[in-house]
């Protein structure tokens, strides 16, 4: 079936759509890791992936290596961010997973002396700015910040069209977005408006928000209209979308918006590294990149794939306004927004 232009089967959009309702957005699962994870026989075509993607994610990946390679047995076991690598540490020197995938760089940097650098042969479509010089953390897709918004919440159905709208008194308790003390969706996506918007423009829009407990509830909060606008990632508002939603749009700032890129890497050690390597080009393969945006909505890092070709409601990178937030002084300006964020 083709719909709205994305040619995706019902199942794939009930399945994706069920997963951000039950708050399994990239890289903020409320699953728990399992209790021990089995290692597979200790051969180069064996893989023990830790993976903090949703199910749908992480099935389009296992599938692939095996259509790539049948022998290459890929064990997956899912949780949160967090939780995952703080066992891959636990774990130095008798690593039973082989790649972790996938969290920001900004987040596994504080795990670099684990990493075993891997340049996969894949990274020549990837775009040089966005790879590692040190081959550290391996891109693996690209969220962009979006608003999600229901038409049928605000007078009149017109929709913000910037950040600078969103500052206005009349959206007060009618924004939701997740706390960017827990959520790194919600910290990319602030930290770019304090950016856009000045610190006075900020505050404005800080007053007006509603802050969620879980990064689960901003997504179907909009769905079921008890707010006109969420705050996250565009992944986890296509599915609505796609899945036909009624009343549901997805807005881009023109005022400027903001992207990150999730990242995969190598276990330092692991016990099968052939295997994670092996893992990581079928993730970067275009084929399976391909698949991942069709079926999950992760816009690939490849140069090479037409994305609003594939999933004609996502647009192309050249056609929004994106502005830099991984520039070397961002680091100081996340601890300063995190700070006003605290006294708000």
């Not at 017109?158 to 959520?183: C, F, N, Y």
């Not at 901003?218 to 599915?239: K, L």
């Not at 999933?311 to 306004?321: A, C, D, M, Q, T």
Request: charged share 20%; hydrophobic share 40%.
């Amino acid at each position: 079936m083709k719909r709205r232009g994305i040619a995706v089967s019902s199942a794939v959009v009930a399945v994706a759509a069920a997963l951000i309702l039950a708050g399994c957005s990239g890289g903020e699962k409320t699953a728990s890791p399992s209790a021990s994870a089995t290692a597979p026989a200790n051969t180069a075509t064996s893989a023990v992936m830790y993976s903090s993607n949703n199910a749908t994610t992480v099935g389009v990946v296992v599938k692939a290596a095996a259509a790539v390679s049948p022998s290459l047995k890929v064990e997956a076991v899912t949780g949160s961010s967090g939780p995952l690598l703080q066992r891959i540490k636990s774990e130095a020197g008798k690593n039973s997973a082989d790649v972790f995938y996938s969290a920001p760089a900004d987040v596994l940097g504080a795990y670099a002396d684990m990493i075993e650098p891997y340049k996969s042969s894949e990274e020549s479509a990837i775009p040089k700015d966005i790879l590692d010089p040190k081959d550290r953390w391996i891109p693996t897709n690209t969220h962009i910040v979006a608003l999600m918004v229901n038409i049928d919440q605000i007078p009149g159905g017109a929709a913000p069209a910037k950040w600078s709208d969103l500052t206005d008194a009349k959206w007060k308790g009618k924004i939701i977005v997740a706390d960017p003390q827990q959520s790194t969706t919600a910290l990319t996506a602030l930290y770019g408006a304090y950016k856009v918007l000045g610190k006075d423009g900020f505050q404005k829009l800080s007053a007006n928000l509603k802050v969620a407990a879980n990064s689960g509830d901003v997504y179907p909060g909009v769905a079921n209209g008890e707010y006109a606008v969420g705050i996250g990632y565009e992944s986890n508002i296509a599915p609505y979308i796609a899945g036909g939603q009624a009343g549901v749009k997805i807005v881009y700032p023109k005022d400027g918006t903001f992207q990150e890129q999730d990242r995969a890497i190598l276990i330092k050690g692991s016990a099968h590294l052939d295997g994670g390597k092996r893992v990581i080009d079928t993730i970067l393969a275009k084929k399976t990149q391909e698949q991942l945006l069709v079926q999950a909505f992760r816009r690939p890092v490849r140069s090479d794939i037409d994305v609003s070709k594939l999933v004609e409601f996502l647009p192309k990178l050249s056609s929004l306004k994106l502005v830099d937030i991984h520039s070397a002084s961002d680091d100081k300006g996340r601890e300063d927004f995190l700070t006003l964020w605290k006294t708000r």
